[in-house]
Every structure is written in structure tokens, then in C-alpha cells.
């Protein structure tokens, strides 16, 4: 999760829940101008975020003068293992990508093993991130 995508996302999402609540009075749809500007990034990078949050299902968009992005569902029913899966369509920690010597005792058993923890390490960040909203994660901020 180095690359920061999951840490966009749930900036973007947690920005649009404040939104939501009239956080910013009059401002119920965000613009990625605005919401970069929160992040301090390039108006692109969130738009190609919004773009698979809006494929999820969790983001809606509007365009015009008075468009921008806004959740798609309550804060209360989006879970953070949903962003996860969204922004991470494999798994994080990858597959083993070299092709050890078999004549090895660890060479031959290596990237089964390494699978089998990557797997268990994958599903217990779902598990964890499954047990809070992004409600839950939005309420922490003043």
C-alpha cells in the first residue's frame, strides 16, 4: 500500500462525508479542484480516483458550474475493506515472481509458503478494515 492510492481515497471519501454533513455550508458536491487542493495533489489523480470510487458505487458525479462528486450511499454503509478493494483489484503484497532452485530445500518450498502468509496477512487487513465505517472513520475528525 506504498503507492498511497488507498490513503487518496479515503481522504477523497472522508472529504465528500464532511460535505455531506454541511461541513462546508452550501457545498454538498465537491470539486477535484477542491479536493486536490485538500490532499495537495494534481486534480487528475483525483479524478481518476473519483472515477473508480463512481464505478464502485461509492461516489456519484455531476458535471456543469454547480457539479463535482458526492458519496453515492451514507457514510454509515460504505466500509473501509470496500475502498481497499476497490483502490487494490490484487493483492497488495503480490505473488512470488522468482523461480527458485526446486534442488533447494527452501527454493522448493518458498513461494508456497510466502503465499500462504501474504493470503492470511491480506485477509486479517479485511477484516480489520471491514469493522469501520468510513461514518466511523469521518466522525474523528473535528
Known amino acids: 500500500m506504498t503507492d498511497g ?6 481522504h477523497i471519501l472522508t472529504l465528500l462525508a464532511k460535505a455531506e ?15 486536490a487542493s485538500s490532499i495537495n495533489i494534481n486534480p487528475v489523480l483525483v479524478r481518476k ?10 461516489v456519484q458525479s455531476k458535471e456543469g458550474k ?22 487494490y483489484d490484487r493483492p497488495v ?16 518450498e518458498i513461494n508456497a509458503h510466502l503465499t500462504t502468509l501474504y493470503q492470511e496477512a491480506e485477509k486479517g487487513l479485511l477484516e480489520k478494515l471491514g469493522q469501520t465505517t468510513l461514518q466511523q472513520f469521518e466522525e474523528q475528525f473535528r
Open 49 to 58: 480516483e473519483i472515477s473508480k470510487l463512481r464505478h464502485a458505487g461509492l
Open 93 to 108: 503484497l503480490g505473488l512470488a515472481k522468482n523461480d527458485p532452485n526446486p534442488k533447494c530445500p527452501v527454493g522448493r
Open 66 to 87: 454547480n457539479g463535482g462528486s458526492a458519496l453515492a450511499k451514507p457514510a454509515g454503509q460504505i466500509l473501509l475493506s470496500e475502498v481497499y478493494k476497490v483502490v
Open 21 to 35: 454533513k454541511g461541513w462546508l455550508e452550501g457545498e454538498e458536491w465537491l470539486s477535484s479542484e477542491f479536493i
Open 5 to 10: 492510492r488507498f490513503a487518496i481515497s479515503i
